[in-house]
């Protein structure tokens, strides 16, 4: 029998029975008939940890170069030097969107991305998976009438 293949992508994979994300080096390989209570969650934006600390440096090389920079233009580069970065660095991480599951008794984050079209051609595909492995033989188990 042939392995069914719902979506096959640069970085996951969803079959008739195995889910594998590959977030880094080594991938994470989960066998759907063992996934419970999957989920989607939205993870909301936030500040790049480092940020705040690079503020506070960029202030007090700003406060130092206007007491020893004599020249304005001289001050106002400098000034923009250190503030491009800054504005950069200090940008928001982009919200998350993650599949969580419980797998063996385990919460685990099946999947995540910030791309919420991929993110949904997965999710759809892990859900047709799932469904697919519902039915019986005998189809939906409806009767004709």
């Known amino acids: 029998m042939r392995t069914r293949i719902y979506y096959r992508g640069p970085d996951a994979l969803v079959s008739d029975d195995r889910f594998v994300w590959h977030p880094t080096t080594s991938p994470l390989v ?23 600390a690079f503020a506070v440096v960029a202030i007090a090389a700003a406060a130092a170069g206007w007491i020893l920079l004599p020249d304005p233009a001289v001050y106002v580069l400098v000034f923009l ?6 504005v950069a660095m200090m ?30 051609q997965v999710s759809r595909a892990l859900r047709r998976a799932m469904e697919d492995r519902r039915r019986t033989s005998w189809g939906y188990g409806l009767a004709a009438a």
């Open 81 to 86: 030097a250190l503030a491009i970065p800054a």
């Open 91 to 120: 940008w928001r991480e982009p919200g998350r969107w993650e599949l969580h599951a419980q797998y063996h008794g385990t919460a685990v984050v099946l999947y995540s991305s910030a791309d919420p079209r991929v993110f949904n």
């Open 30 to 52: 989960f066998t759907i008939p063992d996934l419970r209570n999957v989920g989607l969650v939205q993870a909301p934006a936030r500040v790049r940890p480092y940020a705040p």
